[in-house]
């Protein structure tokens, strides 16, 4: 039998999500997201709260100290964030992901390093980010990622997809940051972009390129845990955007940076694992964003008088309201059985992608219709519509275009007999 209840323990985290993104984090989110400076808009008080709720500690299992819950327990607790905010919620995505990645593919001596740092850190300031994309790859998202899920589990050889005319492979080839290996240590030269948590995480996972002449691409590229005192890693410029400005985004540079081998992993097994768990946490902030959208429509809809009545009386704006309660339902749908099948370790699907790509493109068509109903109050910034539209439109370009994402799904359609 299918079940789409929240069960207690779900709902309880569920409630404590609710209670911090209503009563600490939505009501300054629209003041921070006005401040210009870019370095100014993180709020440490507001992390350290959150991480003492655990929200940074969801996915690791007790024996780390963490609270050794599921990603649906997560998708739920990103949603409520990103009704509040999303760009806060963006920063408990990609940690998220990364410690859902750890567990999954990572040495039990990695597991004990970094889970159990995350979960004793005195400060409650311990975040990881993930440092992939560069000007020439963004990194996890390219068709090699559906590639590399797929080979885990069996089911298709990965020359396949990287010997495909169609597919834009080998996006490593354009990749700069190189590692080499000096003993038992690694060398890192290069630079990471977009990187998010910017200078603030305490721990980030850099690709770099570890043979620049292997046609293999096993041997040709890996991933590398770098702390975030680690001599020679700096930060450059912090980017100024126009949305989910509560998180912060810069460059990543690594200048000789020397980490110890046993802290390099599979990036296969870092692309297929961390790959599945970002699309869908992704997709939950998008939902959480849709959402808002309609909550704010509905309530605003339902005080304005035009045209001798309220504007929620109107077919037009009735059309608009109903079509915004469909995405949103649909895209949490969606979202927690993408979640769910990730729970299941059942092994890399186009599910993830999915879900990613739909409801992105949901919450974007959420925030243009909530405008729409707001009227010219909708364009106005003391009215929450404008941040809403600002933060939505950015769902469809990180994490992987929709574009690639969407070629990720094409793919194996075209490559097998299915059925939707
Ligand atoms: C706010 C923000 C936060 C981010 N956080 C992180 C992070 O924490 N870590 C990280 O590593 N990266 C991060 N990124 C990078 C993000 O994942 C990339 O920006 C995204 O994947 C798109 O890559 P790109 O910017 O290089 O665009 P491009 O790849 O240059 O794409 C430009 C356009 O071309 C299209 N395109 C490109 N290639 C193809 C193709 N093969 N087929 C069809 N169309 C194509 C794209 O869809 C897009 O429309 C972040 C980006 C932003 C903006």
Not at 80 to 90: C, I, Q, S, W
Not at 271 to 277: D, N
Request: contains cysteine.
């Amino acid at each position: 039998m299918v079940d789409f209840s929240l069960d207690d323990a779900q709902l309880a985290v569920q409630k404590t999500a609710r209670d911090f993104a209503e009563k600490e984090l939505k009501p300054v989110a629209a003041e921070l997201d006005r401040i210009q400076d870019p370095k100014e808009s993180w709020d440490w008080e507001l992390y350290e709260k959150a991480n003492r709720l655990g929200f940074n500690k969801i996915l690791i299992p007790e024996e780390y100290g963490g609270l050794g819950l599921t990603m649906l327990d997560a998708c739920i607790v990103v949603e409520e964030l990103a009704v509040a905010d999303a760009g806060f919620a963006t920063t408990y995505f990609v940690h998220n992901a990364v410690t859902r990645h750890v567990v999954d593919g990572c040495t039990e001596e990695q597991k004990k390093e970094f889970l159990t740092a995350c979960c004793n850190d005195p400060e409650e300031r311990y975040l990881m980010a993930i440092g992939d994309t560069e000007h020439g790859v963004a990194g996890d998202k390219s068709p090699r990622t559906y590639a590399a899920g797929k080979q885990l589990s069996g089911a298709l050889d990965f020359n396949d997809f990287t010997n495909a005319e169609t597919v834009p492979v080998n996006n490593q080839k354009e990749m700069t940051t190189f590692a080499r290996q000096d003993g038992d240590h690694w060398v890192i030269n290069g630079m990471k972009r977009f990187t998010t948590m910017g200078s603030r995480a305490k721990l980030y996972t850099i690709t770099a390129k570890t043979d620049p002449e292997a046609s293999d691409m096993d041997a040709a590229v890996a991933t590398f845990f770098v702390p975030v005192n680690t001599p020679g890693l700096t930060f450059g410029h912090i980017e100024d955007k126009l949305g989910h400005r509560l998180t912060e985004n810069a460059e990543v540079i690594l200048e000789d940076v020397r980490v110890p081998d046993k802290w390099k992993h599979d990036w296969r097994m870092n692309l297929a694992i961390r790959g599945m768990s970002l699309n869908v946490l992704t997709a939950a902030v998008a939902v959480g964003i849709a959402r808002r959208c309609y909550e704010e429509a509905i309530a605003y809809a339902q005080t304005r008088y035009k045209g001798g009545a309220l504007i929620a009386h109107h077919q037009a704006v009735q059309k608009m309201l109903v079509d915004m309660a469909i995405r949103t339902k649909t895209s949490r749908l969606l979202t927690w059985f993408a979640a769910w099948q990730d729970d299941q370790a059942a092994g890399f699907d186009v599910l993830q992608n999915m879900a990613k790509v739909y409801t992105s493109d949901a919450c974007i068509q959420n925030s243009l219709e909530g405008m729409q109903v707001f009227g010219g109050y909708g364009y106005m910034k003391d009215f929450p519509m404008e941040k809403l539209y600002r933060d939505a439109r950015l769902m469809s370009i990180y994490d992987g275009s929709n574009e690639i994402l969407r070629h990720n799904v094409i793919m194996p359609m075209l490559t097998a007999t299915g059925t939707a």
